[in-house]
């Protein structure tokens, strides 16, 4: 059974950087794409980026472009997401998602496993 774990949130002031952090357990040796989603109170779960399995092919939301970076360590089946210049509409629940595959897809349906979600609030 595949389980995500994510870490990594906080309070930060507008400006400032958080690293997330996704551990895997349980996943085979198969094709393992995943993603970032959030989800802010009162609003839909949304993409935020992805990353494949394959040549660490990637794929951001343009909210999000130029400041975040995705990008995974399959050795320690880990996955980041680095933050920089946040801002006070980056607040959300930050949550990781995988799916068997080699491809990240930006709509939630396509994931098969999720975190529990992490706390990421930035002040104005």
């Known amino acids: 059974q595949v389980q995500l774990v994510e870490s990594g949130g906080g309070l930060v002031q507008a400006g400032g950087s958080l690293r997330l952090s996704c551990a895997v357990s349980g996943r085979t040796s198969s094709s393992y794409a995943m993603g970032w989603f959030r989800q802010a109170p009162g609003k839909e779960r949304e993409f935020v980026a992805g990353?494949?399995?394959?040549?660490?092919?990637?794929v951001y939301a343009d909210s999000v472009k130029g400041r975040f970076t995705i990008s995974r360590d399959n050795a320690k089946n880990t996955m980041y997401l680095q933050m920089n210049s946040l801002k006070p509409e980056d607040t959300a629940v930050y949550y990781c998602a995988g799916r068997f595959g080699l491809r990240a897809y930006v709509h939630s349906e396509n994931y098969e496993h999720w975190g529990q979600g992490t706390q990421v609030t930035v002040s104005s």
């Open positions: 990353i494949g399995w394959s040549f660490g092919s990637t």
